[in-house]
């Protein structure tokens, strides 16, 4: 598996670098916007783990021209602590971030944990049924992975198409934060909680705000019926 690593700083970069291909990856790595998108072009890779601020132009810009040009899972790495800034790089299509400082431990986890989800996706869409799953306003085609709202086509990245699957395999039914994020992250932690969260907001940005439902202090669940 191909991993490119997108990092302004030299000491980082080398040292994720060394680390990933201690455990079996080809690494690639760029230190900034512009070759960070000709990298991801030229070496087309599994994953890119991505610094949000970078010269030349930052992170959630090569987000975008690389997710317009191929789907790629994305780990976003981000000094600042900062929600806004983390739902903008989920909004672009990342599908999980890191908080710098990071320990390599959990950068690798990660990492293997989106890999393990993208292999397990092109299983589901192989093998997925024929029919499109209607509930309410909502048309879920799990096969050719596209989403409808009242007819309309509704842009989803991966991780989001997966978490609202998810949820409409059960309608109405609350599921925790937990166990979405087992499902759909493939891990279990739950300094991941927010990630769920992020990524639950981008939906109710893309799909309106009346169709997922927040139950407090235990989870969502999808208010749509068949």
């Given at each position: ?27 690639e790595?760029a ?16 994953l ?22 191929r ?18 790089g989920?909004?672009?299509g ?128 999808l208010?749509?019926?068949?």
């Amino acid at each position: 598996m191909r991993i490119l690593v997108v990092e302004d700083e030299p000491t980082i970069a080398k040292a994720v670098a060394d680390r990933l291909s201690a455990e079996g990856f080809a690494v690639e790595t760029a230190g900034d916007g512009p070759s960070a998108v000709a990298r991801a072009r030229e070496t087309a890779p599994d994953l890119i783990v991505l610094d949000v601020m970078l010269p030349g132009f930052d992170g959630l810009e090569v987000c975008r021209r690389v997710q317009a040009g191929r789907p790629v899972p994305v780990l976003m790495l981000t000094a600042r602590d900062d929600e806004t800034d983390k739902l903008v790089g989920l909004g672009v299509g990342a599908d999980d971030y890191l908080t710098k400082p990071f320990s390599m431990r959990e950068l690798v986890a990660r990492i293997r944990a989106l890999l393990r989800r993208v292999e397990r996706a092109a299983t589901l869409t192989s093998s997925a049924p024929e029919p499109v799953t209607r509930l309410g306003p909502l048309e879920i085609d799990e096969r050719s992975r596209r989403v409808r709202r009242d007819g309309a086509e509704v842009h989803l990245t991966p991780t989001e198409f997966d978490l609202l699957a998810c949820l409409a395999r059960s309608p109405g039914a609350v599921l925790t934060r937990a166990v979405l994020l087992e499902d759909v992250w493939d891990w279990a932690d739950a300094s991941g909680t927010r990630v769920v969260d992020g990524h639950v907001k981008a939906l109710r940005r893309k799909l309106g705000p009346d169709l997922i439902r927040t139950v407090h202090g235990v989870g969502y669940s999808l208010e749509a019926q068949p």
